[in-house]
């Protein structure tokens, strides 16, 4: 099996004590991934990528590129994703572009709030299984994922029914579209980051 580095700038509304915001930053990029393509462990996208941040605390790189050139050299296959810290343009947004990340929080949180509601629905039929709808495996309750993806095939909400992919898929749609509006940024001089990770495929 192959791996492929996954990397991510964050450049917005970075607090002063930045750790905690670049964990839950990386904690909502692997559960979205793993919303959006299942929890296969070979997908080579963030959600198969090692759990933990290790947000590093040296000196801020001198740009971008020394940072991309950190992470090639230095992050692991089965390790921690790194944020790496660099010197670059930060953009702080506008009042109108606060109030839609405010929106974009609220509609994740809903996203994340469906799937606890139908993994409870799922796990609460009489039946000791479930039928995967697209490889047909049988699996145990125990073993169903908050998600409800396949833990045989890893092909997302193959556990829900039709219905319950309707739900939640409303939800995810709105969530995509909140992300797609425009917002306003005004740039400045500071530590940005690059978070990245080795996902295997």
């Known amino acids: 099996m ?3 580095l996954l990397t991510e700038t964050v450049k917005d509304c970075i607090p002063a ?3 905690q915001f670049l964990r839950n930053f ?16 070979y997908s080579g996208q963030w959600g198969a990528a090692g759990e933990g941040l290790n947000v590093l605390t040296m000196n801020p790189l001198k740009d971008y590129q020394a940072a991309q050139d950190y992470a090639e050299e230095h992050c692991d296959k089965w390790g921690p994703a790194l944020a790496i810290p660099y010197l670059g343009t930060r953009k702080t947004y506008d009042a109108a572009s606060k109030k839609i ?16 509601k139908i993994h409870k629905e799922v796990q609460s039929t009489k039946s000791k299984t479930k039928g995967c709808t697209k ?11 908050q998600y409800c993806n396949c833990p045989v095939c890893g092909k997302k909400h193959s556990l829900m029914s039709a219905s319950q992919d309707k739900y939640l898929n409303n939800a995810i749609t709105k969530l995509k579209d909140l992300k797609k509006l425009k917002r306003s940024k005004v740039p400045g001089a500071g530590t940005c980051y690059v978070i990245a990770a080795v996902a295997p495929e």
């Open 17 to 19: 004590k930045p750790e």
């Open 26 to 41: 990386y904690n909502h990029l692997q559960e979205e991934s793993r919303i959006e393509y299942g929890t296969d462990p």
């Open 135 to 145: 490889c047909g495996s049988s699996v145990a309750r125990k073993y169903i994922d």
């Open 101 to 116: 990340f405010d929106r974009i929080s609220t509609a994740s949180k809903e996203v994340e709030a469906r799937c606890v």
């Open 2 to 4: 192959g791996a492929v």
